[in-house]
């Protein structure tokens, strides 16, 4: 990676030391076929060119739909997986493709929790030996270990006295507290918590949730938290990405993105979300992404959202959109922003998260603004006649 690309700051980042970058990163996974010799015929593009930093003692939320790369990046952050490109930095030291043995340091400062406690825990261990297992690995001894084991089981919520009890002996939810105490024997500084709450019943999520929170106040810990919709990540997040098929469409301080989503994904996203009140619910405006995902082996070119999003144009198809700053910290990777004025748009300059495969057309910049929503194509035409996106009465 050269200096150039180099990327130093999130939208939060503040006067806060960032504990974690990932600078362009970029994980495909190769195809392999072959009867005697696997040849490699083509690539997942699982995540393509992604730049985000979590200052210490933050939450970065990070959706997206099913398969946008939200665990693979997750795993790239706790280095479980090598990039394929880009760096990944903890305390700005580069650690992209560090070995078994320089890792451990890190190893121990940063955690791993599962979406499904249920088959993260291993059936045949006593939660005693679950949660001591980290301990022993790191040379403290029986007795002491053993006192640690129920402290952390008294601070995340359990009964200490059930240190003796298998998994299946306990609810989804304490099944999940158990993972949180896990994770935490080793003393971590961030812990990237991989749709922790999904499995969860909404009163359950609630109360892991609150449980998270608390021992980030009390530990001053770091999480990167992820989830499928964007009304779980919302109370916990100071900042929040947005994924779609490998790629970062927008990125900006959580109360900034559901006061004024500017992605049209986001929208869509933020749109999905019930509102407790029915009668508010049923008179709201839906938007509803029309078909699936397209195939991350040949993603869509230009921007990759536009095969799905009602105000897609020709220049979407054709360029892809850097990410341009808003006012606000707000990072958003879209030629027809919404929810932004257009002397915000003219004053937008180019993220340096920007992918570097982005062009140079900045929002309102010469093509754009040519490419008027009669020139949709014709992907677009069919969704809006169609019948399956709702699109916003505004036009681009
Ligand atoms: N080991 C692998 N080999 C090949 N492709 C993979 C591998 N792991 C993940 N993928 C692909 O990479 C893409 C991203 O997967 P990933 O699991 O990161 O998505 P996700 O956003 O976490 O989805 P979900 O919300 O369902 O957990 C998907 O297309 C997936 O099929
Ligand atoms: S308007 Fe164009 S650039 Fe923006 S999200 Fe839609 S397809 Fe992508
Ligand atoms: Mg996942």
Not at 31 to 51: C, E, F, P, Q
Not at 345 to 358: E, G, Q, V
Not at 379 to 393: L, M
Request: net charge negative.
């Amino acid at each position: 990676m050269n200096d150039d690309s180099q990327v130093q700051a999130g939208p939060e980042a503040g006067s806060q030391p960032l504990l974690l970058q990932a600078e362009h990163v970029q994980l495909y996974f190769p195809i392999k076929y072959g009867v005697l010799v696997d040849r490699t015929v083509g690539v997942v593009h699982a995540v393509d060119d992604v730049s985000l930093s979590l200052p210490e003692g933050q939450t970065l939320g990070i959706v997206g739909e099913s398969g946008c790369g939200k665990s693979t990046l997750a795993r790239c952050m706790v280095r479980l997986l090598e990039p394929t490109g880009g760096t990944m930095r903890f305390r700005g030291r580069d650690i992209t493709h560090l070995g078994r043995r320089p890792l451990q340091p890190f190893r121990r400062e940063v955690q791993l929790v599962f979406q499904d406690p249920s088959s993260s825990l291993n059936p045949r261990k006593r939660v005693g030996q679950i949660v001591g297992t980290p301990l022993q690995l790191q040379g403290v001894g029986r007795d002491a270990a053993r006192a640690r084991v129920r402290e952390l089981l008294d601070r995340v919520g359990l009964n200490p006295e059930h240190v003796n009890r298998f998994p299946h002996e306990f609810s989804g939810g304490q099944r999940q507290r158990i993972g949180v105490a896990r994770a935490l024997a080793v003393n971590p500084k961030l812990i990237v918590l991989d749709e922790p709450v999904s499995a969860l019943d909404v009163s359950v999520q609630a109360q892991v949730i609150n449980l998270l929170d608390d021992l980030q106040d009390d530990l001053g810990l770091s999480y990167v938290f992820i989830a499928h919709d964007l009304s779980v990540v919302r109370h916990v997040s100071d900042q929040i990405a947005v994924m779609y098929l490998g790629k970062l469409m927008e990125l900006s301080p959580s109360a900034e993105l559901y006061r004024k989503p500017i992605h049209p994904y986001t929208q869509a996203l933020l749109s999905a979300i019930p509102i407790p009140d029915p009668q508010e619910n049923r008179a709201r405006e839906r938007q509803v992404i029309a078909g699936e995902p397209p195939n991350p082996i040949s993603p869509p070119s230009g921007c990759r959202f536009h095969t799905r999003c009602p105000w897609a144009t020709k220049v979407c198809s054709e360029v892809e959109p850097p990410l341009a700053e808003y006012p606000g910290g707000h990072l958003a990777a879209c030629h027809h922003p919404r929810n932004v004025s257009p002397a915000e748009i003219s004053a937008a300059a180019r993220s340096p998260l920007s992918p570097l495969s982005s062009g140079q057309l900045m929002p309102g910049g010469e093509q754009a603004s040519a490419s008027g929503p009669e020139e949709s194509s014709e992907s677009q035409v069919t969704a809006r006649t169609g019948g399956a996106v709702d699109a916003p009465d505004e036009e681009p």
